[in-house]
């Protein structure tokens, strides 16, 4: 099992930035992927942005391209998320989560570990 916190959400501005944490603890070793997710009231849970431990690629949902980057810190076993240029769309809970391999990276459904979620509000 890995349990996974979120960190970082709150409230910003249109054209804000805020850096979500995602500290991961227990067997950490068996999840090589781990991704990040948002659900907004009333929509499915949709991929934000994938990174994997073993390759150190990066992987993101094509709509947030160039305002997303997620990063991580294999010593600290915690994968950030840096979100410049916020806009009122963005808003959602955000949820990290991990799997093991990269198979299927941007499927929800493939993710066994969740976090419990982090709300992000962004004002216009």
């Known amino acids: 099992q890995v349990q996974l916190v979120e960190s970082g959400g709150g409230l910003v501005q249109a054209g804000g930035s805020l850096r979500l944490s995602c500290a991961a603890s227990?067997?950490?070793?068996?999840?090589?992927?781990m991704g990040w997710f948002r659900q907004a009231p009333g929509k499915e849970r949709e991929f934000v942005a994938a990174?994997?431990?073993?390759?150190?690629?990066?992987y993101y949902a094509d709509s947030l391209k160039g305002r997303f980057t997620i990063s991580g810190d294999n010593a600290k076993n915690t994968v950030y998320l840096q979100m410049n240029s916020l806009k009122p769309e963005d808003t959602a809970v955000y949820y990290c989560?991990?799997?093991?391999?990269?198979?299927?990276?941007?499927?929800?459904?493939?993710?066994?570990?969740w976090g419990q979620g982090t709300q992000v509000t962004v004002s216009s």
């Open positions: 989560a991990g799997k093991a391999t990269f198979i299927q990276y941007s499927d929800a459904s493939m993710y066994p570990d």
């Open positions: 227990g067997r950490t070793f068996s999840r090589d992927v």
């Open positions: 990174i994997t431990w073993s390759r150190g690629r990066t």
